[in-house]
């Protein structure tokens, strides 16, 4: 629902029909439709967090963390992974909350700090240094990451949907030519 018609225009009673879930059963667990955006957030970042640290724990090389990577079906675990138009939403939505915007801005914090994880995990930190420091490289591909999203659905066939992943590839080969 929220991908089709966006958070705001998706009623309690339009989740609730979709989901196949009384209202009842759908106040039971949240107070309003706010609050279960926010677990929807929190759940996406629990599990990217997760697996990338799943990942990182059997692949410390970065090829072959990247390698994993790519073999990951993110769209079969996470509905965020198969929505890039769902995953804009929620970053529009928690871009407008206000009154929750530090609670968003944690998930925020805690996919970049995953990311800075496997960049000292894999041993990139080490080719960047004096280049980029691990924060700001996450930042970058976290932008990066949101860019090729709304990329693939204005332009889905000039932008693949691994356009990401030979972005950060490409971008790993500079860091190694550059240390």
Known sequence: MFAAHGIGAASVEAITTAAGFSRGAFYSNFADKEELVTAMLADHVEQTVGRHLELLARHRDPDDFMAALRAVDRSAQDPLGRSPLLH??????????????????????????????????????????????????????????????LH????????????????????????????
């Open 152 to 179: 693939q659905l204005i332009d889905p066939e000039r932008t693949p949907p691994d356009s990401f992943l030979r972005s950060i590839t490409a971008l790993q080969q500079a860091l190694r030519r550059a240390g």
């Open 88 to 149: 804009l939403e929620l970053l529009l939505y928690a871009a407008r909350a206000a009154e929750r915007r530090h609670e968003l801005a944690e998930f925020l914090e805690a996919r970049r700090q995953v990311i800075v994880d496997i960049v000292e995990g894999t041993g990139l930190s080490a080719t960047s240094t004096g280049f980029l420091d691990p924060g700001q490289l996450a930042a970058m591909l976290l932008a990066m990451e949101d860019g090729f999203r």
